[in-house]
């Protein structure tokens, strides 16, 4: 099989303008992911009745089923949902008005947020309790607390595994292509079909995915050595 080089750098770019899709994909599921992680991990650690169980549950199921399983329930399960409570209600609201690239937001929020409370439950564990009664002899309330002692250093702990968890999402949003979102697995098939130039046109998806890869790791570098410094400096 002989390899056309011109037409991977060609792909490579027709295939550009998806970035901007994945990198909301990724960036919006990271974001929701750790608010929902972040309240899971709480709900866990302090074990607040009802829901520190449900966290459990919650976190047990989506680390133990396929990531493309939730998107699939998702995109089928809550147009059915949505449709009988607006038939109920009548909100006169329709399932069909829901973008695509919604369902793949919701799906994969709901993901990085089992992973990512994981992450955050064990980088806030790994802070000693000992600080926390030491903030609570100077009159310190929880919340303030954990905001201005744990969280800091549980979050430097954690950067790395919060990275990978980024870079997951990033290589996870290549499953969008299932409900119809041009991101850029789906543009690089696209691309792709006009000449089933397959291999060439997915060498050049590679390298794009490479290349964010590269620069996640690159912005985790700055961004742990900033936290380093601030640590030794001391947390104010």
């Known amino acids: 099989m002989k390899i056309d080089l011109t037409f991977i750098w060609t792909?490579?770019?027709?295939?550009?303008?998806?970035?901007?899709?994945?990198?909301?994909?990724?960036?919006?599921?990271?974001?929701?992911?750790?608010?929902?992680g972040l309240l899971a991990a709480l709900a866990r650690i302090y074990k607040v009745p009802v829901l520190g169980?449900?966290?459990s549950a919650y976190v047990t199921f989506i680390r133990g089923t396929?990531?493309?399983?939730?998107?699939?329930?998702?995109?089928?399960?809550?147009?059915?949902?949505?449709?009988?409570?607006?038939?109920?209600?009548?909100?006169?609201?329709?399932?069909?008005s829901i973008p695509m690239i919604?369902?793949?937001?919701?799906?994969?929020?709901?993901?990085?947020?089992?992973?990512?409370?994981?992450?955050?439950?064990?980088?806030?564990?790994?802070?000693d309790r000992g600080q926390l009664e030491a903030a609570y002899s100077v009159?310190?309330?929880?919340?303030?607390?954990?905001?201005?002692?744990?969280?800091?250093?549980?979050?430097?702990?954690?950067?790395?595994?919060?990275s990978n968890s980024v870079i997951g999402m990033l290589h996870g949003s290549t499953l969008a292509f299932t409900v119809s979102v041009v991101d850029i697995n789906a543009k690089?098939?696209?691309?792709?079909?006009?000449?089933?130039?397959?291999?060439?046109?997915y060498i050049a998806a590679a390298l794009i995915?490479?290349?964010?890869?590269?620069?996640?790791?690159?912005?985790?570098?700055?961004i742990e050595k900033r936290m380093n410094l601030y640590n030794r400096g001391g947390i104010v």
């Open 66 to 96: 396929p990531m493309l399983t939730h998107l699939l329930l998702i995109y089928f399960g809550l147009p059915v949902l949505l449709d009988a409570l607006s038939a109920q209600f009548g909100w006169g609201f329709k399932s069909a």
């Open 11 to 36: 792909a490579f770019l027709q295939i550009l303008p998806a970035i901007p899709t994945t990198l909301v994909i990724t960036l919006v599921s990271v974001l929701a992911g750790f608010v929902i």
């Open 139 to 162: 009159g310190m309330t929880t919340p303030q607390a954990l905001r201005r002692i744990i969280f800091p250093q549980a979050l430097s702990v954690s950067i790395p595994n919060l």
């Open 209 to 222: 995915f490479w290349g964010l890869t590269l620069l996640i790791e690159r912005l985790t570098a700055v």
């Open 102 to 127: 919604g369902f793949a937001f919701i799906s994969f929020s709901i993901t990085a947020g089992a992973y990512m409370s994981e992450v955050i439950r064990s980088g806030l564990l790994a802070v």
């Open 188 to 201: 690089a098939q696209i691309v792709a079909s006009t000449n089933w130039k397959f291999f060439e046109a």
């Open 53 to 55: 169980q449900a966290a």
